[in-house]
């Protein structure tokens, strides 16, 4: 099965997985209008009267400013899985976030801290977002989309992707209703038919079958339709008089009723919906794999996938017929995200519940909520939503946007008034929940606790002793406090909320910036970082960290690793500004915005990629990569990247068949990696092995794996990427020396490979070839 989308791409991310940001900004106060049509939300009543609120009393998290320049009006906001889009009022769309596959309708695909706006559009009705593309509905009942289209997402009877509008193909008549699922679009005619295109493995195109369709298609046995819901692999419509039916995949229940067919390339009618079960159903949402109708009186009702508690009924247990929310009662609208769900009351509150890993609910508590909880944050009253897969937009009745979640895109955009240059370095985070070093690893809990194992004989571990631990132990001394961590040779940093950076244990050579050269056992401050810190890492025996424009580093240059004439002073021949650094013996690799990677340090096997095996104290960029890189990863002598369209290459040693090309040639410049069509969202680099995440939430490993650190139950070398048993669901992944880690969308941390120091977190000091899952225990 498919899990690619309830982890992003899972990307590498960043993983703003221990962040919340939630941000609101004003905007001037005019009338906002909400179509009764929507994609993934659900609307019944248009419009009521709302009350004003004074911005002066906003909490501390609202973010202000004041300028005389007339500011866009939003109407509609909708999120996909790394971006996000707002609908203006003078028909305009503008969108900010992920943009790899164009997704942002600006021309390029190259992602955005700030709205830009979708090119050659203007006049649109509607607006709605999937996990790659967006489209929306103009004046005359034309649908255009753009971005993701390997499998006919913008229905212009093409599979090439488009960085600007298409029109759709194959519509029967003008269109007045929109929804866009993970990697398929469905419409409504003016005459009440319903058609397709896109992905559909399921049958969630309705046509009777499950092959992709390039143009629109017509959905068999399905007129009069009223409303529409499309959700990953499966969609759902209200017939007029209000009966539900659904097609698609039904692996957890999300088409309403018990089937013994998983897939259903033809409806079913459910039975517990309509008016002759007596309850009328004003509008339905899907997204992920479960659905929800919010009925004429105000009632809730959820069916389908509940793993994460997205149904609201109080469970965790999948429901394959409707249950009623009973906590709610008196909603007038309704979205559902990738894992998450929230509904609007009659009085302009919100309510969400389901997945909250990445703050998504709006809710301080990050776990996850299986009933409604109040986002009793915002400062007005909110008149349209859009949930993506791990982040929550809304758009309230003064005008203005609030967005908080993962943000590792940019999708939390937050400043709807003070435009930037897209040009300029912007502030965007790379946030690391978990690291692994040479013989210790380190992580970020969901409640925001710090926890490290394994070696620690130079304090490592930061828990004021020098004894190692097979077990996670807490950083009592960071609080609450961390956002992303980093694991070196022998000593470890945290990056805190307030941009300031901590460092604990070996020091020898001032790898722990602190101006002295005593190892720690406890945290330290890192002196003299002007700028705040945006991404940090870990080496040999020294230590970098990337600010807003520039990367800075310290400690050991023995063999350039600091690529400064300074102790801690700027590294020299970087050009732009850099979003991903990397680091894990004596050599650093980072990435600029613009998806150039540079390199400095030990280049005795042409680790550098810049076709020499001479040293370099200037960092010199990479030779030969694909356009539009965003992630790097480093091991001892071979480095990777990876690209905005989920490609791998890397350069360097190749001994042990590291570099996962097929054979174990080293190589001064990068080469592919054996993917097939694969794609991959996130890449970690141990001594003489590799990792990806691949969008399917799975992990594969390639290169050395005597110590079992491939995870595949073997031993064995392996040249080209293989599947790690047993692993699924996955978020993040790093590797140390001879070990690999990985977090879980449900929050567990599973190890394999080395154990020697108990670096796998297991408690058992011997190795394994197979993920072992990581206890870690909390006191409050």
């Known amino acids: ?121 203007e006049g649109i009705q509607m607006l709605a977002t999937g996990w790659g593309h967006t489209c929306a509905i103009s004046h005359d009942g034309a649908v255009w989309c753009w971005g993701y289209n390997q499998n006919g997402e ?22 007045k209703a929109l929804s866009v699922g993970d990697d398929h679009s469905c419409i409504i005619t003016e005459t009440g038919d319903v058609q397709c295109w896109g992905y559909n493995r399921s049958g969630q195109l309705g046509d009777g079958t499950t092959l992709n369709r390039n143009s629109a298609v017509n959905v068999v046995g399905v007129s009069r339709a009223s409303k529409l819901a499309a959700g990953w692999e499966h969609t759902c419509a209200i017939i007029y ?13 999300q088409l309403g009723k018990a089937t013994e067919e998983e897939n259903m390339p033809l409806r079913i009618i459910l039975d517990e919906l309509g008016h002759e079960a007596g309850r009328y159903v004003g509008a339905i949402a899907a997204s992920g794999g479960h659905t929800c109708a919010l009925l004429f009186d105000g009632d809730v009702w959820c069916w389908g996938n509940n793993r994460y508690g997205q149904l609201g009924d109080g469970t965790t247990e999948n429901r394959d017929t409707p249950v009623q ?31 909250n890993h990445y703050g998504q609910l709006g809710v301080e508590d990050r776990s996850q909520q299986t009933v409604p909880v109040a986002v009793d944050w915002l400062p007005g009253d909110v008149v349209d939503m859009g949930l993506g897969w ?61 926890v490290c194992w394994g070696s620690n004989d130079l304090g490592q571990l930061g828990i004021g002793t020098r004894n190692p631990s097979a077990a996670p132990v807490v950083v009592e001394s960071l609080g609450r406090n961390a956002v992303s961590v980093a694991t070196g040779g022998n000593q470890s940093c945290a990056l805190l909320t307030d941009g300031k950076m901590m460092c604990w244990g070996a020091n020898f050579s001032g790898e722990l910036g602190d101006g002295t050269l005593l190892d720690r056992m406890e945290p330290a401050l ?25 990367v800075v580093c310290w400690g050991a240059d023995n063999n350039n690793q600091r690529s400064s004439y300074s102790d801690k002073g700027d590294v020299i021949g970087l050009q732009g500004c850099m979003q991903d650094i990397a680091s894990l013996y004596d050599h650093t690799c980072a990435v600029s915005s613009e998806g150039a990677v540079y390199c400095w340090g030990l280049n005795d096997h042409g680790q ?49 068949g590291q570099l996962g090309d097929g054979t174990t040639e080293s190589r001064l410049t990068p080469v592919k990696v054996d993917q097939g069509i694969e794609r991959a969202t996130s890449i970690a680099a141990g001594f003489n092995h590799t990792c990806y995440l ?22 064995g070398t392996q040249t080209i990427p293989m599947e790690v048993k047993g692993l699924e669901d996955v978020l993040h992944i790093e590797a140390g020396e001879s070990h690999t880690c990985a977090i879980l969308a449900d929050g567990t941390i599973m190890c394999w490979g080395s154990n020697d120091k108990g670096q796998l977190g297991a408690g058992v000091e011997t190795s394994g070839s197979n993920p072992v899952p990581i206890e870690v225990i909390l006191e409050e």
């Open 526 to 550: 890192v002196d003299g970082l002007l700028d705040e810190v945006t991404a940090i890492a870990a080496g040999g025996g020294h230590t970098c960290a990337a600010l807003a424009e520039g």
């Open 390 to 450: 791990q982040h929550t937009c809304v758009v309230l009745e003064t005008g203005e946007i609030a967005c908080w979640g993962a943000n590792d895109y940019g999708q939390v955009w937050n400043d709807w008034q003070s435009p930037q240059s897209a040009d300029g370095c912007g502030q965007t985070k790379v946030y690391k929940p978990l690291d692994s070093g040479g013989f210790h690893s380190c992580a970020i809990t969901e409640d925001g606790r710090t």
């Open 241 to 253: 008089g209000s009966s539900v039916t659904c097609w698609g995949s039904n692996e957890y229940g």
């Open 1 to 121: 099965m498919d899990y690619r989308k309830p982890l992003s791409l899972f990307i590498s991310l960043i993983l703003a997985a221990c962040h919340v940001e939630m941000v609101v900004v004003d905007a001037p106060e005019k009338a906002i209008s909400i179509a009764a049509d929507t994609t993934t939300t659900a609307v019944i009543t248009p419009t009521r009267p709302q009350p004003q609120v004074d911005a002066s009393t906003a909490t501390p998290i609202i973010r202000s400013t004041s300028t005389a320049i007339p500011q866009p009006d939003p109407r509609r906001i909708d999120a996909g899985e790394g971006h996000s889009c707002a609908l203006i009022s003078d028909g305009t769309v503008r969108c900010w976030g992920k943009n790899n596959y164009g997704q942002l309708g600006d021309g390029t695909n190259e992602n955005r801290e700030i709205p830009v706006q979708v090119k050659g559009l």
């Open 154 to 175: 913008l229905g212009n009877g093409t599979t090439i992707h488009s960085s600007l509008p298409v029109l759709v193909k194959g519509l029967s008549g003008p269109v």
């Open 694 to 715: 691949s969008t399917s939430g799975r992990v594969k490993c390639w290169g050395k794996g005597v110590n079992g650190q491939l995870g595949n139950g073997t031993t």
């Open 608 to 656: 550098l990629g810049d076709s020499t095996t001479t040293p370099k104290h200037k960092a010199v960029e990479v030779i030969g990569l694909d356009f539009g890189m965003v992630r790097v990863a480093t091991g001892f002598a071979h480095s990777c990247a990876l690209s905005s369209d989920g490609r791998v290459q890397c350069w360097g040693d190749n001994t042990w």
């Open 325 to 355: 929310i009973l906590q709610l009662g008196g909603m007038r609208s309704l979205t559902a995200g990738g894992n998450h769900t929230c509904a609007i009351d009659e009085n302009g509150q919100m309510l969400c519940w389901g997945w």
